[in-house]
Each structure stands twice: as structure tokens, then as C-alpha cells.
């Protein structure tokens, strides 16, 4: 690949090429992402410095660092403002890797008790909510209802997305309160490419 990033990411996106090369299910991909972003690229300074710089996503956006041409698979950045509270979501048939990089979010995990998704309806309840720390990455699998929340302080994630979903696929949305569930497309994608300086 001509274009390249910060050694960190670049290291990271050479390493998950590989992995995708060699395996083929989504899964075992992204079980060995996970131990990757965690090793290499969740504490590296370099990467975490320019990582101040990314501007906020507030307003469902998030930084789109790399769509992987070959093989589909996408990394994004968040920046979450102090204070940001986080609406229920599953991410329909992808698996997600969400990577803390700086401060702290709460990851929440849901069961849904009464599933009449058909209908627009889908009651669920809250099963745990670790704390998130800063070089820590959680593996979310295909449909897991979950929720990342904000702490008072400012919080940088990096996401890995084993296939393109905004735009391509629904993903289900969850009124906690309510029990409403609809489906609608990801947050906006705002390009911003980690070039090496
Ligand atoms: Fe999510």
C-alpha cells in the first residue's frame, strides 16, 4: 500500500491483513484483532498523543481512519465529550471491537427479555457494566445489545468493524424506558486519515 500512517496504525492494518488473509471466519479474526489492538496499537504514546488532537463526534458521527480494500474490514475513532450518555445498539451481523485509548466509558451489556423486534418492540435489561479502562478492547459479537457511556472526562475509542455497516445494513436501536426498537443506519462517517507526519 502507497499511503502510509502513523507506524502504529500502519503496524496495525499490516497485522490485521494478515490475520484476514489467513483465517476466513469473522469471528477467529476478530478474537486475534482483539489481542493485536490490545499489544500494539491501545498503548502506544505516539498514538495516543495524536489522539488528543481528534476532534469531538458529537451528534452520532465517527472519525473514519481506514476501509481495508480487499477485505471490507473498517476502523473508526470516537471522542466522546464529558458527560456523553450512549443510546442502546446492536450491531446487526458484524462483530465490533471497541478499544478505550484514552479516559475511561462504562461498556453496558443487555438481554432482551421480551423480543417482539417485528412488531417495534423489544424490552431489555441491563446484565453488567464494566468499567472501561484505557488500553482495554471489547469484543462484541453479532446482535449483542450494548450501550458505551461517557465518564466526566474526555474519552478517545478505536473501533475495528469486521465489515462496512453504515450504509450497507440496519442496525437495531433499543428505547431502554419504552421497549420501542427501530433500525437505522451507523453514525455519520467523517473521513480523517491518520497520515505519518
Ligand atoms: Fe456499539
Known amino acids: 500500500m502507497s499511503e502510509k500512517f502513523i507506524p502504529a496504525f500502519q503496524n496495525f492494518v499490516d497485522e490485521l491483513r494478515q490475520i484476514w488473509a489467513k483465517e476466513t471466519k469473522d469471528e477467529v479474526r476478530m478474537k486475534k484483532a482483539h489481542a493485536v489492538m490490545e499489544s500494539t496499537l491501545l498503548n502506544d504514546p505516539e498514538f495516543i498523543n495524536r489522539s488528543k488532537d481528534w476532534p469531538s463526534t458529537e451528534g452520532r458521527k465517527n472519525l473514519l481512519f481506514y476501509t481495508d480494500p480487499d477485505y471490507g474490514f473498517v476502523i473508526n475513532g470516537v471522542v466522546r465529550e464529558p458527560g456523553r450518555t450512549g443510546s442502546v445498539h446492536d450491531h ?21 427479555i421480551d423480543d417482539r423486534r417485528s412488531e417495534g418492540y423489544a424490552k431489555v435489561v441491563l446484565t453488567s457494566a464494566p468499567k472501561g479502562e484505557a488500553g482495554k478492547a471489547d469484543l462484541v459479537g453479532p446482535y449483542e445489545v450494548h450501550a ?23 442496525q437495531g436501536r433499543y428505547d431502554r ?14 473521513p480523517y486519515p491518520l497520515t505519518a507526519q
Open 92 to 112: 446487526a451481523n458484524a462483530w465490533v471491537l471497541y478499544g478505550l485509548l484514552d479516559g475511561t466509558e462504562t461498556l453496558e451489556r443487555f438481554d432482551v
Open 148 to 170: 458505551e457511556q461517557g465518564s466526566d472526562i474526555r474519552s478517545v475509542a478505536v473501533i475495528l468493524r469486521s465489515r462496512e455497516l453504515v450504509g450497507k445494513i440496519l
Open 177 to 190: 424506558d419504552t421497549g420501542k426498537y427501530y433500525e437505522g443506519s451507523g453514525p455519520d462517517q467523517i
